[in-house]
Nanobody
Framework: QVALVESGGGSVQAGGSLRLSCSIS????????MAWFRQSPGKKRVGVAA???????????DSVKGRFTIYQEITNRAVRTVYLEMNNLNPEDSATYYC?????????????????????WGQGTQVTVSP
């Protein structure tokens, strides 16, 4: 079992920045890939960024490249926290952001942003960007 707790959401104006955090507990040794997804009302949940636990390879959706950075904190050889640094935010970034845990490598089935590949999810944190 893995528990994920997100924090760091909030309201900012366009051009502002936020940093989201995802704290991981439980079977942390099972972590091979962590990701951030987001979902807006009436839209499907989409991948924002992912990071492999060993090696730290990162993946981003096109619309956030150059603005968002995913990184992780490793303690005692296990990922304990994953962050999403978000800069130059725009209203289209407004959504509920979820962190997600994958026991397999991010590209195990060729794509890192498939929701079904992630077995554990956080409760979500709201990000609102005003014009």
């Amino acid at each position: 079992q893995v528990a994920l707790v997100e924090s760091g959401g909030g309201s900012v104006q366009a051009g502002g920045s936020l940093r989201l955090s995802c704290s991981i507990s439980g079977d942390v040794a099972s972590t091979n890939c962590m990701a951030w997804f987001r979902q807006s009302p009436g839209k499907k949940r989409v991948g924002v960024a992912a990071i492999t636990s060993r090696g730290g390879a990162t993946y981003y959706r096109d619309s956030v490249k150059g603005r968002f950075t995913i990184y992780q904190e490793i303690t005692n050889r296990a990922v304990r926290t994953v962050y999403l640094e978000m800069n130059n935010l725009n209203p289209e970034d407004s959504a509920t952001y979820y962190c997600a845990h994958n026991r397999r490598w991010c590209l195990y089935n060729g794509a890192w942003d498939v929701t079904g590949e992630y077995g554990y999810w956080g409760q979500g944190t709201q990000v609102t960007v005003s014009p």
